[in-house]
């Protein structure tokens, strides 16, 4: 393979349709402000690398990148490229990742509004993200060990499994369909409204009005924090290993929790849908 080490670019498409390239310790930055360093590229390996310029990574295949960073001016780094992976850098330009396959991320730090739309088949594990409306309408998503904090988050993803996560996001997985959620924490308001076939297993739920108008909704052995009007037209089926301070009008299903502060069914709909059982189930 070619190697470029130790220079500078700054012109528009710098190193455009490269192949078969090593790339390490090079500046993307300078006063031409040129865009798109390596559009239309494939098989590159790049490393500590600095890119404070626009779209370096526009239709590329085979690119693994890493311990780099992109900043703020690196805007829409990495948009319809496939085969890619990501390990220890930093992306934090406004809508880093959009309409990408094949994914892989791991290590790396995220700060960027918009990230991850339209995205297929992408794993992460052990990042830190700083986002709004995070992967919106991606689907095949497996992520592990990610501390999150935004808002609107996972809307209208698909086929996904989260592990072992922490998210501090408003309005998370509205219209999410088939999605798995194990082993981790969601603290954020109005959670999941609206979502399809979506299972919360050993999972501590923070916020109040979640889980609102879903279909085929799981809570497995499950803790409920500050959460009330819960549940409300929702197909249910749930153990809550904690009380909580409100249910609201399921539409149907079951749900077993260690207490309930407050049962409203003021709707003729959801009367006799639903089995509040007052006590520790998860013991």
């Known amino acids: ?166 998210f501090d996001t408003k309005d998370a997985f509205w219209h999410a369909k088939n999605v798995i959620i194990r082993d981790s924490v969601i603290k954020g308001e109005y959670l999941a409204w609206y979502c399809e076939n979506v299972t919360f297993e050993n999972c501590k739920i923070i916020g109040t009005q979640p889980l609102c108008y879903c279909k085929g909704l799981r809570l497995i052995h499950c803790e409920m924090i500050d959460t009330d009007l819960c549940f409300e037209k929702s197909e249910v089926e749930a153990t809550i290993c904690t009380s909580v301070v409100s249910i609201k009008n399921p539409l149907s299903g079951h749900i077993y929790a260690e207490s309930v502060g407050e049962i409203i069914q003021d709707d003729i709909h959801s009367h006799e849908e639903i089995v509040v059982q007052r006590k520790n189930c998860c013991a």
């Open 1 to 166: 393979m070619n190697k470029i080490e130790n220079q500078t670019f700054d012109s528009e498409r710098a190193l455009y349709g490269s192949q078969e390239m090593i790339i390490k310790n090079c500046l993307f930055d300078g006063p031409a402000d040129g865009e798109s360093a390596l559009k239309e590229s494939r098989d590159i390996q790049v490393s500590h690398c600095f890119f404070n310029l626009r779209y370096p990574f526009w239709h590329d295949n085979q690119l693994k990148l890493s311990d780099s960073e992109m900043t703020e001016l690196c805007r829409a780094a990495l948009w319809y490229s496939t085969d890619i992976e990501i390990v220890n850098t930093k992306l934090h330009g406004i809508k880093a990742l959009r309409e990408c396959s094949q994914v892989k991320m791991q290590g790396c730090d995220i700060i960027s509004p918009e990230f991850g739309w339209f995205v297929h088949k992408i794993e992460m594990k052990d990042c830190t993200i700083q986002s709004e409306y995070f992967m919106m309408r991606s689907d095949h998503l497996t992520f592990t060990n990610l501390q999150m904090k935004g808002k609107y988050s996972f809307q209208y993803i698909e086929d996904s499994v989260f592990e072992h996560c922490v």
